[in-house]
Protein backbone atom coordinates (compact mmCIF):
# COMPACT_ATOMS: atom_id res chain seq x y z
CA UNK A 1 0.00 0.00 0.00
CA UNK A 2 1.93 3.22 -0.78
CA UNK A 3 1.87 5.72 2.06
CA UNK A 4 -0.08 8.73 1.87
CA UNK A 5 2.51 11.78 2.10
CA UNK A 6 0.96 14.72 4.50
CA UNK A 7 -0.49 18.19 2.78
CA UNK A 8 0.88 21.11 3.77
CA UNK A 9 -0.78 24.34 2.76
CA UNK A 10 1.25 27.48 1.81
CA UNK A 11 -1.33 29.89 1.55
CA UNK A 12 -0.88 33.61 0.23
CA UNK A 13 -2.18 37.00 0.61
CA UNK A 14 -3.28 40.08 -1.34
CA UNK A 15 -0.38 41.53 -4.16
CA UNK A 16 2.00 38.63 -3.66
CA UNK A 17 1.12 37.53 -7.17
CA UNK A 18 3.10 40.60 -8.11
CA UNK A 19 6.50 39.33 -6.60
CA UNK A 20 9.32 39.96 -8.87
CA UNK A 21 8.16 43.43 -10.56
CA UNK A 22 6.34 45.07 -7.02
CA UNK A 23 9.29 47.19 -4.81
CA UNK A 24 11.82 44.52 -5.87
CA UNK A 25 13.97 46.31 -4.21
CA UNK A 26 12.26 44.73 -0.54
CA UNK A 27 10.84 41.71 -2.01
CA UNK A 28 13.64 40.73 -4.23
CA UNK A 29 12.88 39.91 -8.07
CA UNK A 30 11.67 35.95 -7.94
CA UNK A 31 8.37 35.65 -9.01
CA UNK A 32 5.55 34.12 -6.73
CA UNK A 33 5.69 30.89 -9.81
CA UNK A 34 9.50 30.54 -8.81
CA UNK A 35 8.74 30.09 -5.08
CA UNK A 36 5.85 28.05 -5.86
CA UNK A 37 8.76 25.32 -7.70
CA UNK A 38 10.94 25.55 -5.19
CA UNK A 39 8.42 24.97 -2.47
CA UNK A 40 7.21 21.92 -4.38
CA UNK A 41 10.73 20.72 -5.07
CA UNK A 42 11.69 20.81 -1.04
CA UNK A 43 8.48 19.46 -0.19
CA UNK A 44 8.95 15.95 -1.94
CA UNK A 45 12.20 15.37 -0.62
CA UNK A 46 10.78 15.84 2.59
CA UNK A 47 7.86 13.26 2.24
CA UNK A 48 5.41 16.57 1.68
CA UNK A 49 2.71 17.46 -0.75
CA UNK A 50 2.66 21.05 -1.00
CA UNK A 51 -0.83 22.59 -1.94
CA UNK A 52 0.33 26.58 -3.02
CA UNK A 53 -2.15 28.84 -3.51
CA UNK A 54 -2.35 32.48 -3.47
CA UNK A 55 -5.45 35.11 -2.87
CA UNK A 56 -6.21 38.72 -2.99
CA UNK A 57 -9.48 38.61 -1.25
CA UNK A 58 -9.64 38.06 2.56
CA UNK A 59 -13.30 35.68 2.27
CA UNK A 60 -11.16 33.12 -0.30
CA UNK A 61 -8.13 33.23 2.30
CA UNK A 62 -10.51 32.16 4.68
CA UNK A 63 -12.04 29.49 2.93
CA UNK A 64 -8.68 27.89 1.94
CA UNK A 65 -8.02 27.48 5.82
CA UNK A 66 -11.10 25.93 6.60
CA UNK A 67 -10.37 23.24 4.09
CA UNK A 68 -6.98 22.96 5.31
CA UNK A 69 -8.32 21.46 9.14
CA UNK A 70 -9.57 18.84 7.29
CA UNK A 71 -6.58 18.65 4.79
CA UNK A 72 -3.65 19.73 5.67
CA UNK A 73 -1.03 18.76 8.23
CA UNK A 74 0.76 21.64 8.55
CA UNK A 75 0.16 25.47 7.00
CA UNK A 76 2.99 27.88 6.13
CA UNK A 77 1.04 31.58 5.51
CA UNK A 78 2.07 35.11 4.57
CA UNK A 79 -1.16 36.93 4.81
CA UNK A 80 0.43 39.82 2.97
CA UNK A 81 -1.55 42.86 4.36
CA UNK A 82 -4.53 40.88 6.20
CA UNK A 83 -1.35 39.98 8.91
CA UNK A 84 -2.26 43.27 10.32
CA UNK A 85 -5.78 43.92 9.70
CA UNK A 86 -7.91 40.58 9.52
CA UNK A 87 -9.29 39.37 12.49
CA UNK A 88 -11.29 37.14 10.04
CA UNK A 89 -8.02 35.38 9.22
CA UNK A 90 -6.65 35.18 13.16
CA UNK A 91 -10.51 33.27 13.93
CA UNK A 92 -10.09 30.63 11.18
CA UNK A 93 -6.89 29.88 12.07
CA UNK A 94 -7.37 29.86 15.61
CA UNK A 95 -9.54 26.70 14.65
CA UNK A 96 -7.31 24.63 13.27
CA UNK A 97 -5.45 22.31 15.08
CA UNK A 98 -2.04 22.05 13.10
CA UNK A 99 1.01 23.60 13.62
CA UNK A 100 1.23 27.27 11.50
CA UNK A 101 4.33 29.15 10.60
CA UNK A 102 4.14 32.92 9.63
CA UNK A 103 5.89 33.84 6.95
CA UNK A 104 7.23 37.20 6.20
CA UNK A 105 9.82 38.30 2.85
CA UNK A 106 10.99 41.60 4.44
CA UNK A 107 11.63 41.99 8.38
CA UNK A 108 7.84 43.79 9.19
CA UNK A 109 9.48 44.97 12.30
CA UNK A 110 11.69 47.74 10.62
CA UNK A 111 9.43 49.07 8.44
CA UNK A 112 5.90 50.86 8.80
CA UNK A 113 5.33 50.66 12.60
CA UNK A 114 1.46 49.59 10.95
CA UNK A 115 3.70 46.54 9.91
CA UNK A 116 4.87 45.93 13.02
CA UNK A 117 1.76 44.33 14.63
CA UNK A 118 0.36 40.83 13.54
CA UNK A 119 -2.85 38.98 14.45
CA UNK A 120 -1.53 35.89 12.78
CA UNK A 121 1.10 35.91 15.52
CA UNK A 122 -1.34 34.86 18.28
CA UNK A 123 -1.50 31.70 16.54
CA UNK A 124 1.55 31.09 15.27
CA UNK A 125 3.51 28.12 15.95
CA UNK A 126 6.45 30.35 14.74
CA UNK A 127 7.35 33.34 12.82
CA UNK A 128 9.90 33.94 9.91
CA UNK A 129 10.64 36.93 8.73
CA UNK A 130 13.30 38.90 6.94
CA UNK A 131 14.67 36.41 5.21
CA UNK A 132 13.48 36.56 1.94
CA UNK A 133 11.77 33.62 -0.10
CA UNK A 134 13.86 32.08 1.63
CA UNK A 135 11.28 31.93 4.66
CA UNK A 136 9.42 29.52 2.73
CA UNK A 137 12.09 26.79 2.53
CA UNK A 138 12.74 27.09 6.61
CA UNK A 139 9.22 26.79 7.31
CA UNK A 140 8.54 23.52 5.17
CA UNK A 141 11.55 22.42 6.13
CA UNK A 142 10.95 23.22 10.21
CA UNK A 143 7.27 22.05 9.34
CA UNK A 144 8.88 18.53 7.90
CA UNK A 145 10.63 18.19 11.31
CA UNK A 146 7.44 18.81 13.60
CA UNK A 147 5.74 16.18 11.78
CA UNK A 148 9.00 13.39 11.71
CA UNK A 149 10.00 13.34 8.16
CA UNK A 150 12.86 11.00 8.50
CA UNK A 151 15.11 12.72 5.93
CA UNK A 152 14.64 15.81 7.69
CA UNK A 153 16.35 14.64 10.64
CA UNK A 154 19.23 13.72 8.23
CA UNK A 155 19.01 17.02 7.22
CA UNK A 156 19.32 18.56 10.57
CA UNK A 157 22.38 16.71 11.90
CA UNK A 158 24.28 15.55 8.83
CA UNK A 159 27.56 17.60 8.55
CA UNK A 160 29.57 15.45 5.90
CA UNK A 161 29.24 14.89 2.49
CA UNK A 162 30.89 12.96 0.04
CA UNK A 163 30.04 13.12 -3.57
CA UNK A 164 31.13 12.74 -6.92
CA UNK A 165 30.66 13.51 -10.65
CA UNK A 166 30.13 10.15 -13.48
CA UNK A 167 30.94 11.01 -16.94
CA UNK A 168 33.35 10.46 -19.33
CA UNK A 169 36.50 13.37 -20.31
CA UNK A 170 35.33 15.43 -17.13
CA UNK A 171 38.62 16.17 -15.99
CA UNK A 172 38.19 19.80 -16.87
CA UNK A 173 34.58 20.08 -14.96
CA UNK A 174 34.37 22.99 -12.32
CA UNK A 175 31.35 21.34 -10.33
CA UNK A 176 33.54 20.10 -7.38
CA UNK A 177 34.81 23.17 -7.05
CA UNK A 178 31.70 24.64 -6.70
CA UNK A 179 30.03 22.50 -4.71
CA UNK A 180 33.26 22.04 -2.50
CA UNK A 181 33.39 26.07 -1.90
CA UNK A 182 29.67 26.12 -1.22
CA UNK A 183 29.80 23.63 1.23
CA UNK A 184 32.57 25.28 3.10
CA UNK A 185 30.53 28.32 2.73
CA UNK A 186 27.46 26.78 4.73
CA UNK A 187 30.05 25.02 7.40
CA UNK A 188 30.42 21.35 6.10
CA UNK A 189 32.98 19.38 5.51
CA UNK A 190 32.00 18.60 2.29
CA UNK A 191 34.42 16.21 -0.77
CA UNK A 192 33.66 16.20 -4.25
CA UNK A 193 35.27 13.54 -6.72
CA UNK A 194 35.32 13.15 -10.25
CA UNK A 195 35.10 9.47 -11.51
CA UNK A 196 35.85 9.63 -14.73
CA UNK A 197 35.17 6.58 -17.37
CA UNK A 198 37.38 7.78 -20.14
CA UNK A 199 40.34 8.55 -17.40
CA UNK A 200 39.89 4.90 -15.93
CA UNK A 201 39.81 3.39 -19.90
CA UNK A 202 35.77 2.19 -19.13
CA UNK A 203 32.58 2.31 -21.07
CA UNK A 204 28.96 2.40 -19.94
CA UNK A 205 29.02 -1.06 -19.15
CA UNK A 206 30.92 -0.17 -15.85
CA UNK A 207 27.99 2.38 -14.65
CA UNK A 208 26.27 -0.38 -12.17
CA UNK A 209 29.59 -1.58 -10.57
CA UNK A 210 30.36 2.45 -9.89
CA UNK A 211 27.10 2.98 -8.65
CA UNK A 212 27.07 0.08 -6.01
CA UNK A 213 30.69 1.00 -4.99
CA UNK A 214 29.68 4.64 -4.20
CA UNK A 215 26.85 3.23 -2.15
CA UNK A 216 29.15 0.90 0.00
CA UNK A 217 31.69 3.66 0.25
CA UNK A 218 29.27 6.10 1.84
CA UNK A 219 28.59 8.58 -0.73
CA UNK A 220 25.83 10.83 -0.26
CA UNK A 221 25.22 11.11 -3.69
CA UNK A 222 26.55 11.64 -7.48
CA UNK A 223 26.03 13.54 -10.76
CA UNK A 224 24.93 12.13 -13.69
CA UNK A 225 26.59 13.35 -17.06
CA UNK A 226 27.16 12.21 -20.82
CA UNK A 227 27.23 9.34 -21.53
CA UNK A 228 25.14 8.21 -18.94
CA UNK A 229 21.88 10.52 -17.77
CA UNK A 230 19.78 7.66 -19.12
CA UNK A 231 21.99 4.44 -18.86
CA UNK A 232 21.71 5.17 -14.96
CA UNK A 233 17.78 4.78 -14.69
CA UNK A 234 17.68 0.96 -14.73
CA UNK A 235 19.93 1.28 -11.69
CA UNK A 236 18.06 3.28 -10.18
CA UNK A 237 15.38 2.39 -7.21
CA UNK A 238 13.13 5.19 -7.13
CA UNK A 239 12.56 8.59 -9.61
CA UNK A 240 11.43 11.97 -8.79
CA UNK A 241 8.46 13.14 -10.96
CA UNK A 242 10.75 15.05 -12.85
CA UNK A 243 13.42 11.93 -13.89
CA UNK A 244 10.19 10.10 -14.51
CA UNK A 245 8.76 12.27 -16.89
CA UNK A 246 11.96 13.62 -18.74
CA UNK A 247 13.70 10.13 -18.80
CA UNK A 248 16.74 11.30 -17.64
CA UNK A 249 18.40 11.33 -14.45
CA UNK A 250 21.66 13.64 -13.64
CA UNK A 251 21.88 13.26 -9.85
CA UNK A 252 21.39 10.18 -7.44
CA UNK A 253 20.64 10.37 -3.98
CA UNK A 254 21.70 7.69 -1.63
CA UNK A 255 18.76 7.70 0.87
CA UNK A 256 17.79 4.76 3.32
CA UNK A 257 19.08 2.37 1.51
CA UNK A 258 17.82 3.21 -1.84
CA UNK A 259 18.68 5.12 -4.97
CA UNK A 260 17.16 8.08 -5.97
CA UNK A 261 17.18 9.44 -9.15
CA UNK A 262 16.61 13.19 -10.15
CA UNK A 263 17.02 15.61 -13.14
CA UNK A 264 18.31 19.34 -12.08
CA UNK A 265 19.21 20.21 -15.40
CA UNK A 266 15.78 21.73 -16.61
CA UNK A 267 15.79 23.68 -13.66
CA UNK A 268 19.16 25.15 -14.41
CA UNK A 269 18.47 25.72 -17.90
CA UNK A 270 15.24 27.60 -16.93
CA UNK A 271 16.58 30.15 -14.55
CA UNK A 272 19.46 30.71 -16.42
CA UNK A 273 17.38 31.60 -19.58
CA UNK A 274 14.98 33.56 -17.52
CA UNK A 275 17.57 35.47 -16.12
CA UNK A 276 19.46 35.74 -19.04
CA UNK A 277 17.32 35.97 -22.28
CA UNK A 278 14.01 37.12 -19.92
CA UNK A 279 12.50 39.65 -23.12
CA UNK A 280 13.34 37.10 -25.56
CA UNK A 281 10.71 36.44 -28.44
CA UNK A 282 9.43 32.82 -27.67
CA UNK A 283 7.45 32.19 -30.60
CA UNK A 284 9.04 29.14 -32.50
CA UNK A 285 12.03 27.88 -31.14
CA UNK A 286 14.65 25.80 -32.65
CA UNK A 287 16.38 22.76 -30.42
CA UNK A 288 19.60 20.56 -31.38
CA UNK A 289 19.67 17.46 -29.73
CA UNK A 290 17.16 15.08 -28.03
CA UNK A 291 19.47 13.45 -25.57
CA UNK A 292 19.31 12.78 -22.06
CA UNK A 293 20.16 16.92 -21.61
CA UNK A 294 17.86 18.00 -24.52
CA UNK A 295 15.03 16.07 -23.15
CA UNK A 296 15.18 18.22 -19.97
CA UNK A 297 15.85 21.87 -21.80
CA UNK A 298 12.88 21.12 -23.88
CA UNK A 299 11.03 20.42 -20.56
CA UNK A 300 12.35 23.68 -19.61
CA UNK A 301 11.92 25.99 -22.92
CA UNK A 302 8.48 24.96 -22.63
CA UNK A 303 8.15 25.52 -19.05
CA UNK A 304 9.61 29.49 -19.80
CA UNK A 305 6.68 30.19 -22.35
CA UNK A 306 7.95 28.78 -25.69
CA UNK A 307 4.57 28.01 -28.24
CA UNK A 308 6.29 25.71 -30.16
CA UNK A 309 9.17 23.86 -30.14
CA UNK A 310 11.27 21.73 -33.02
CA UNK A 311 13.43 19.59 -31.97
CA UNK A 312 16.34 18.35 -34.34
CA UNK A 313 18.27 14.89 -33.68
CA UNK A 314 20.51 12.85 -35.84
CA UNK A 315 18.28 9.92 -34.36
CA UNK A 316 14.67 10.35 -35.43
CA UNK A 317 13.67 7.83 -32.58
CA UNK A 318 15.35 9.97 -29.99
CA UNK A 319 13.83 13.15 -31.13
CA UNK A 320 10.52 11.83 -31.41
CA UNK A 321 10.47 10.37 -28.03
CA UNK A 322 11.45 13.52 -26.39
CA UNK A 323 8.79 15.20 -28.91
CA UNK A 324 5.78 12.78 -27.83
CA UNK A 325 6.52 12.59 -23.75
CA UNK A 326 6.54 16.76 -23.84
CA UNK A 327 3.62 16.94 -25.91
CA UNK A 328 1.85 14.71 -23.45
CA UNK A 329 2.48 16.90 -20.68
CA UNK A 330 2.47 20.25 -23.00
CA UNK A 331 0.32 19.94 -25.67
CA UNK A 332 0.97 18.40 -28.96
CA UNK A 333 0.92 21.65 -30.81
CA UNK A 334 3.86 22.68 -28.87
CA UNK A 335 6.35 20.35 -29.96
CA UNK A 336 7.44 18.79 -33.23
CA UNK A 337 10.07 17.09 -34.87
CA UNK A 338 12.34 18.07 -37.92
CA UNK A 339 14.77 15.96 -40.04
CA UNK A 340 18.62 17.42 -39.84
CA UNK A 341 17.69 18.63 -43.93
CA UNK A 342 15.02 20.45 -42.44
CA UNK A 343 16.91 22.48 -40.25
CA UNK A 344 17.72 25.62 -42.81
CA UNK A 345 13.53 25.83 -43.27
CA UNK A 346 12.50 25.57 -39.33
CA UNK A 347 15.27 28.39 -38.44
CA UNK A 348 13.94 30.61 -41.26
CA UNK A 349 10.78 31.25 -38.66
CA UNK A 350 12.62 30.78 -35.35
CA UNK A 351 12.88 33.33 -32.85
CA UNK A 352 15.79 31.46 -31.07
CA UNK A 353 18.17 28.52 -31.26
CA UNK A 354 19.10 26.27 -28.42
CA UNK A 355 22.16 23.64 -29.08
CA UNK A 356 21.95 20.35 -26.74
CA UNK A 357 24.53 18.31 -28.33
CA UNK A 358 27.94 18.11 -27.38
CA UNK A 359 29.36 19.36 -30.49
CA UNK A 360 30.97 22.43 -29.09
CA UNK A 361 32.79 21.24 -25.70
CA UNK A 362 36.54 21.03 -25.84
CA UNK A 363 36.74 17.63 -26.64
CA UNK A 364 33.82 18.00 -29.42
CA UNK A 365 35.30 21.01 -31.10
CA UNK A 366 33.35 22.68 -34.11
CA UNK A 367 29.78 23.64 -34.75
CA UNK A 368 26.84 21.96 -34.33
CA UNK A 369 25.36 23.72 -37.74
CA UNK A 370 26.47 25.41 -40.55
CA UNK A 371 27.25 29.10 -39.59
CA UNK A 372 25.07 30.57 -42.70
CA UNK A 373 21.96 29.17 -41.14
CA UNK A 374 22.28 32.27 -38.40
CA UNK A 375 21.05 35.38 -39.19
CA UNK A 376 21.58 38.51 -36.33
CA UNK A 377 17.45 38.59 -35.38
CA UNK A 378 18.01 35.16 -34.05
CA UNK A 379 18.72 34.51 -30.13
CA UNK A 380 21.45 31.81 -29.38
CA UNK A 381 21.56 29.67 -26.40
CA UNK A 382 24.07 26.56 -25.10
CA UNK A 383 24.10 24.29 -22.03
CA UNK A 384 27.71 23.63 -22.48
CA UNK A 385 30.05 25.87 -20.02
CA UNK A 386 33.52 24.11 -21.32
CA UNK A 387 34.67 26.36 -23.00
CA UNK A 388 32.38 29.45 -21.88
CA UNK A 389 32.34 30.45 -25.46
CA UNK A 390 31.99 27.91 -28.15
CA UNK A 391 32.43 28.09 -31.78
CA UNK A 392 27.96 28.54 -31.97
CA UNK A 393 28.48 31.28 -29.56
CA UNK A 394 31.38 32.84 -30.99
CA UNK A 395 29.65 32.59 -34.50
CA UNK A 396 26.60 34.19 -33.38
CA UNK A 397 28.12 37.05 -31.50
CA UNK A 398 30.33 38.27 -34.84
CA UNK A 399 26.37 38.12 -36.48
CA UNK A 400 24.76 40.25 -33.70
CA UNK A 401 22.62 37.53 -32.24
CA UNK A 402 21.48 38.06 -28.34
CA UNK A 403 23.32 34.75 -26.81
CA UNK A 404 22.92 32.42 -23.58
CA UNK A 405 26.73 30.42 -22.48
CA UNK A 406 25.98 27.11 -20.48
CA UNK A 407 27.64 29.17 -17.60
CA UNK A 408 24.31 29.86 -15.29
CA UNK A 409 22.84 26.54 -16.22
CA UNK A 410 25.68 24.60 -15.12
CA UNK A 411 25.49 26.74 -11.77
CA UNK A 412 21.54 26.35 -11.25
CA UNK A 413 21.62 22.90 -11.72
CA UNK A 414 24.74 22.70 -9.62
CA UNK A 415 22.95 24.64 -6.82
CA UNK A 416 19.95 22.26 -7.18
CA UNK A 417 22.03 19.12 -6.60
CA UNK A 418 23.43 20.72 -3.81
CA UNK A 419 20.10 21.06 -2.01
CA UNK A 420 19.34 17.97 -2.33
CA UNK A 421 22.52 16.18 -1.35
CA UNK A 422 22.51 18.22 2.17
CA UNK A 423 18.60 19.64 2.29
CA UNK A 424 20.58 22.98 2.77
CA UNK A 425 19.22 25.96 0.40
CA UNK A 426 22.82 27.06 -0.93
CA UNK A 427 23.23 30.45 -1.75
CA UNK A 428 22.98 30.37 -5.63
CA UNK A 429 24.05 34.20 -6.05
CA UNK A 430 27.63 33.34 -4.17
CA UNK A 431 27.70 30.00 -6.67
CA UNK A 432 27.01 32.91 -9.30
CA UNK A 433 30.46 35.10 -8.15
CA UNK A 434 32.50 31.90 -8.06
CA UNK A 435 31.76 30.30 -11.17
CA UNK A 436 32.42 33.63 -13.00
CA UNK A 437 35.73 33.43 -10.74
CA UNK A 438 36.82 30.39 -11.94
CA UNK A 439 36.15 31.03 -15.19
CA UNK A 440 38.52 34.25 -15.23
CA UNK A 441 41.14 31.80 -14.13
Avoid at 30 to 42: G, N, S
Avoid at 70 to 89: C, D, Q, W, Y
Amino acid sequence: MTRMRPIVYVLNGPNLNLLGSRQPEIYGRETLADVEAACRRIGADLGLEIEFRQTNAEFQLIDWIHESRKRAAGIVINPAALTHTSVAVLDALNACECPILEVHISNIHKREEFRHHSFVSQVATGVICGFGTQGYFLAIQHLARLLGSPRAETVQTQSAFLVGLIGAGIQASLTPAMHEREGAAQGLRYIYRLIDLQTLGLGVEALAGLITAAGQMGFTGLNITHPCKQAVIPLLDDLSDDARSLGAVNTVVFEDGKRVGHNTDWFGFAENFRRGLPDARRDHVVQLGAGGAGSAVAHAALTCGVKKLTIVDTVAERAEAVAAGRAARFGPDRVSVADPAEIAAALATADGLINTTPIGMAKYPGLPLSAALLRPELWVAEIIYFPIETDLLRAARALGCRTLDGGGMAVFQAAEAFRLFTGIEPDAQRMLQHFAALCAK
